[in-house]
């Protein structure tokens, strides 16, 4: 066994690159070390004097580590990470140098910002954006560079990131959490933050094998491709015995992620051929966002040392599941408390079933904000397919809590108990189970015991945007909650009232049943719920007056930054459906049709030989594939034609919604008329003559 993954060890490995509060408590004075856990706590500013001394103790633990260089952390809406390195070198007057940092380069980083996605906020001409301290996430180390998390903001202000709206949603989430602790008596309770684990789904393929696909390399994901004899429906693959190859890659990112703090935890292997999880243990939501971010990176720079490519694309191949990541939200207390945990007492009872309100009441009033939340040109691909909760956001609550609350609301017996035990604060709820007996794996959003899994985010996805949605919306349901508890003289009385009312208005968002069938889809419409089948559909609705109102009343985001969110997600959508056209007509015009054509030419020069050689032999094969090869060839020539002129049009639309809405439409509609002729052409054309890899070269590439 490898030194470093045993067992023993790992305790020992784990954080060895981060500076939180074990390096900090040793490193720093005994001052500052209160000042800066008073910054986080409290989320006081430092002042300059105690910044130079964390900045000194920082730099001395980095370059102790072998780092030679610093840089601001952080996440530009762009989706991934963003750095700009600086060495810590400063002259002397004798031509050496020194290593130095300091607090004022800790605090505040002005990268220029003229090329990071802005939706508008910031012209060119004003390209200074602002990098500040978030002392929440700890600093690390990672390829020889400090990496110190911040918010990323604009001149005047405004958020440029997916982090700064999440720390402002968890902000909001606190104030309203409190008000309701309180009100059940829970003076301890000082902080609640939210917590969330995300499990990460990805793909494995070799590295040889995906650099001959230029769809791959620009997109992400396959254009092309027929079917392989061999897809998932044996089931085989589904925590099956993981291949080698695989395993040495999942310890070697194991130990990277430790070394960097992150909890890393399961492992398995998913559904498709070649799909993999990592689940780690939860945390803070912030934290858990910049971990899943290096998550993500270090899969795929694992990935490469192991002569292979991670793809983290929601539907990198048609016919198999897509990926992506189920997102378990709960919100804490610092005494201990998970308020989505029914608990043992009448009292916590209550307090949970008020929380379980909220979290309804939030998910049927804001569908369209989660929705929006999961919404990318990857995601459209994956949200209703067979692998994933259609675009309708309902909830799942189980059997058992779903008849507690239709108890609750008609003020009727549950299982025989005579009605006076469902008034809030007597009955004693019973545990719910927790096990895989009482999952519904289709929902977009369940309860499973003591916190939700919110399952439509992809997989490449940040996770920082739908949990300040999540925070958010909730954060407003407790708002209107606590305002209707707080003074009031009977209690109980009205905590009953509020409960039966929420369940009453807001029941429709429940369902228990088969979210991918069929029926789900025409009960809803019913129901009069929201179905945002694409991007472009659902993206008009997060700047309605109502979600510009909630998000600036929260102080989540302003206006300007809600519709420079809005602008950013189409315009990325447009720019993600230009790319894959592009790529599919230069793979189309340069490779397939040559390689169809040489496979023509090759069976006609093998019928003409023949007959050359007896006109009595057969060339009916030759022949009948010769004329089923020449008419789809045509074919693909002319749905080249129409994706061009799509493409064309496409260009002179310059409103942002109408140009997303046109691209969905119009160019994605002949993509895929393309990719059909070009699918029915490879499973005719020679393997020999093929310009690229098959499906089945692919998703069985890595043994
Ligand atoms: P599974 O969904 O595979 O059965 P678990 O229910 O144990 O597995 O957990 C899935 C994920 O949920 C893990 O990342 C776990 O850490 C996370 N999780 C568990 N409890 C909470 C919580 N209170 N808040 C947020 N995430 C949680
Ligand atoms: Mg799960």
């Given at each position: 066994m490898n030194e470093v993954t045993s067992p023993t060890n790992v305790p020992a490995l784990f954080g060895t690159m981060v500076f939180n509060d074990a390096v900090m408590k040793e490193r720093l004075p005994k001052a500052t070390y209160k000042a800066v856990r008073k910054a986080i706590e409290e989320g006081v500013t430092l002042d300059i004097d105690v910044a130079n001394v964390v900045a000194n103790a920082m730099k001395d633990w980095a370059t102790e580590k072998g780092a030679t260089h610093f840089t601001h952390w952080f996440q530009p809406m762009t989706g991934i990470t963003a750095e700009k390195h600086d060495s810590f070198i400063s002259p002397c007057s004798d031509d050496s140098v020194i290593m130095e940092f300091s607090g004022k380069e800790l605090i505040k980083g002005e990268p220029d910002a003229s090329s990071f996605p802005s939706g508008g906020l910031r012209a060119t001409f004003e390209a200074r954006g602002y990098t500040a301290w978030d002392p929440t996430s700890y600093a690390f180390i990672k390829d020889g560079i400090l990496c110190?998390?911040?918010?990323?903001?604009?001149?005047?202000?405004?958020?440029?990131?997916?982090?700064?709206?999440?720390?402002?949603?968890?902000?909001?989430?606190?104030?309203?959490?409190?008000?309701?602790?309180?009100?059940?008596?829970?003076?301890?309770?000082?902080h609640v933050v939210s917590t969330v684990g995300p499990e990460q789904e990805y793909f494995l393929v070799d590295k040889e094998v995906y650099e001959k696909r230029k769809d791959l390399i620009y997109c992400g994901r396959t254009l092309f491709g027929a079917k392989p004899p061999k897809g998932q429906e044996l089931e085989d693959h589904y925590f099956g015995v993981i291949k080698p190859r695989v395993s040495a890659y999942m310890k070697d990112l194991n130990q990277e992620l430790w070394k960097l703090g992150v909890f890393a935890k399961t492992q398995h292997n998913?559904?498709?051929?070649?799909?993999?999880?990592?689940?780690?243990?939860?945390?803070?939501?912030?934290?858990?966002?910049?971990?899943?971010?290096?998550?993500?990176?270090l899969m795929k720079s694992v990935a490469i040392r192991h002569g292979m490519v991670c793809l983290l694309h929601e539907k990198p191949f048609a016919g198999v599941n897509g990926s992506g990541k189920h997102n378990n939200w709960s919100i804490s207390t610092d005494t201990g408390m998970n308020l989505l945990e029914p608990g043992d007492t009448p009292c916590e009872n209550a307090q949970f079933l008020l929380f379980l309100c909220a979290v309804i009441k939030a998910v049927d009033e804001h569908q369209d904000l989660l929705r929006i939340s999961v919404a990318s040109a990857g995601n459209d691909h994956r949200l209703g397919a067979n692998e994933a909760p259609p675009a309708i956001v309902s909830m799942f609550v189980g059997e058992e809590l779903g008849g507690i609350l239709e108890a609750l609301e008609n003020g009727t017996a549950y299982q025989g108990k005579p009605a006076s035990e469902m008034e809030i604060g007597v009955h004693v709820l019973p545990r719910f189970p927790k096990d895989t007996t009482d999952r519904n794996r289709t929902s977009p959003f369940a309860f499973t015991g003591n916190k939700f899994e919110f399952r439509m985010l992809g997989s490449s996805f940040s996770i920082a945007g739908p949990n300040f949605v999540l925070n958010t919306i909730v954060a407003d349901a407790l708002e209107q909650m606590a305002d209707e508890l707080e003074g009031q003289e009977d209690f109980i009385g009205t905590l009953n009232e509020l409960i039966k009312h929420t369940i009453r208005t807001h029941k429709r968002i429940i369902f228990n049943g088969n979210n991918y069938a069929e029926e789900w889809v025409e009960e809803a419409k019913k129901r009069g719920l929201l179905n945002l089948k694409s991007t472009p559909e659902a993206l008009p609705y997060f700047v309605s007056d109502a979600n510009i109102a909630l998000f600036g009343h929260h102080g989540v985001l302003t206006e300007s930054e809600v519709r420079s969110r809005y602008e950013i997600t189409l315009e990325n959508y447009c720019k993600v459906l230009n790319i894959e056209a592009e790529?599919?007509?230069?793979?189309?015009?340069?490779?397939?049709?040559?390689?169809v054509t040489a496979?023509?030419?090759?069976?006609?020069?093998?019928?003409?030989?023949?007959?050359?050689?007896?006109?009595?032999?057969?060339?009916?094969?030759?022949?009948?594939?010769?004329?089923?090869?020449?008419?789809?060839?045509?074919?693909l020539y002319q749905k080249i034609g129409a994706l061009e002129d799509a493409l064309l049009q496409s260009k002179q639309i310059t409103e942002i919604a109408a140009c997303a809405t046109f691209y969905h439409d119009s160019v994605f509609a002949a993509m895929q008329e393309l990719r059909a002729i070009a699918d029915e052409l490879e499973s005719l054309t020679a393997k020999t003559c093929w310009p690229f890899p098959t499906y089945g070269d692919l998703l069985f590439s890595v043994c």
């Amino acid at each position: 066994m490898n030194e470093v993954t045993s067992p023993t060890n790992v305790p020992a490995l784990f954080g060895t690159m981060v500076f939180n509060d074990a390096v900090m408590k040793e490193r720093l004075p005994k001052a500052t070390y209160k000042a800066v856990r008073k910054a986080i706590e409290e989320g006081v500013t430092l002042d300059i004097d105690v910044a130079n001394v964390v900045a000194n103790a920082m730099k001395d633990w980095a370059t102790e580590k072998g780092a030679t260089h610093f840089t601001h952390w952080f996440q530009p809406m762009t989706g991934i990470t963003a750095e700009k390195h600086d060495s810590f070198i400063s002259p002397c007057s004798d031509d050496s140098v020194i290593m130095e940092f300091s607090g004022k380069e800790l605090i505040k980083g002005e990268p220029d910002a003229s090329s990071f996605p802005s939706g508008g906020l910031r012209a060119t001409f004003e390209a200074r954006g602002y990098t500040a301290w978030d002392p929440t996430s700890y600093a690390f180390i990672k390829d020889g560079i400090l990496c110190i998390p911040t918010a990323f903001c604009s001149y005047g202000g405004e958020a440029l990131d997916k982090k700064t709206p999440l720390l402002r949603s968890m902000e909001a989430l606190e104030k309203q959490a409190l008000r309701i602790l309180h009100l059940f008596g829970n003076e301890d309770v000082h902080h609640v933050v939210s917590t969330v684990g995300p499990e990460q789904e990805y793909f494995l393929v070799d590295k040889e094998v995906y650099e001959k696909r230029k769809d791959l390399i620009y997109c992400g994901r396959t254009l092309f491709g027929a079917k392989p004899p061999k897809g998932q429906e044996l089931e085989d693959h589904y925590f099956g015995v993981i291949k080698p190859r695989v395993s040495a890659y999942m310890k070697d990112l194991n130990q990277e992620l430790w070394k960097l703090g992150v909890f890393a935890k399961t492992q398995h292997n998913e559904v498709a051929p070649a799909q993999h999880e990592l689940a780690p243990i939860f945390t803070t939501t912030n934290l858990a966002t910049d971990h899943n971010q290096l998550t993500m990176e270090l899969m795929k720079s694992v990935a490469i040392r192991h002569g292979m490519v991670c793809l983290l694309h929601e539907k990198p191949f048609a016919g198999v599941n897509g990926s992506g990541k189920h997102n378990n939200w709960s919100i804490s207390t610092d005494t201990g408390m998970n308020l989505l945990e029914p608990g043992d007492t009448p009292c916590e009872n209550a307090q949970f079933l008020l929380f379980l309100c909220a979290v309804i009441k939030a998910v049927d009033e804001h569908q369209d904000l989660l929705r929006i939340s999961v919404a990318s040109a990857g995601n459209d691909h994956r949200l209703g397919a067979n692998e994933a909760p259609p675009a309708i956001v309902s909830m799942f609550v189980g059997e058992e809590l779903g008849g507690i609350l239709e108890a609750l609301e008609n003020g009727t017996a549950y299982q025989g108990k005579p009605a006076s035990e469902m008034e809030i604060g007597v009955h004693v709820l019973p545990r719910f189970p927790k096990d895989t007996t009482d999952r519904n794996r289709t929902s977009p959003f369940a309860f499973t015991g003591n916190k939700f899994e919110f399952r439509m985010l992809g997989s490449s996805f940040s996770i920082a945007g739908p949990n300040f949605v999540l925070n958010t919306i909730v954060a407003d349901a407790l708002e209107q909650m606590a305002d209707e508890l707080e003074g009031q003289e009977d209690f109980i009385g009205t905590l009953n009232e509020l409960i039966k009312h929420t369940i009453r208005t807001h029941k429709r968002i429940i369902f228990n049943g088969n979210n991918y069938a069929e029926e789900w889809v025409e009960e809803a419409k019913k129901r009069g719920l929201l179905n945002l089948k694409s991007t472009p559909e659902a993206l008009p609705y997060f700047v309605s007056d109502a979600n510009i109102a909630l998000f600036g009343h929260h102080g989540v985001l302003t206006e300007s930054e809600v519709r420079s969110r809005y602008e950013i997600t189409l315009e990325n959508y447009c720019k993600v459906l230009n790319i894959e056209a592009e790529t599919m007509l230069e793979m189309a015009r340069k490779d397939i049709l040559p390689a169809v054509t040489a496979y023509t030419r090759e069976l006609t020069e093998t019928a003409l030989a023949k007959r050359a050689l007896d006109a009595a032999i057969s060339c009916e094969m030759e022949t009948t594939l010769i004329a089923k090869l020449s008419a789809l060839s045509t074919g693909l020539y002319q749905k080249i034609g129409a994706l061009e002129d799509a493409l064309l049009q496409s260009k002179q639309i310059t409103e942002i919604a109408a140009c997303a809405t046109f691209y969905h439409d119009s160019v994605f509609a002949a993509m895929q008329e393309l990719r059909a002729i070009a699918d029915e052409l490879e499973s005719l054309t020679a393997k020999t003559c093929w310009p690229f890899p098959t499906y089945g070269d692919l998703l069985f590439s890595v043994c």
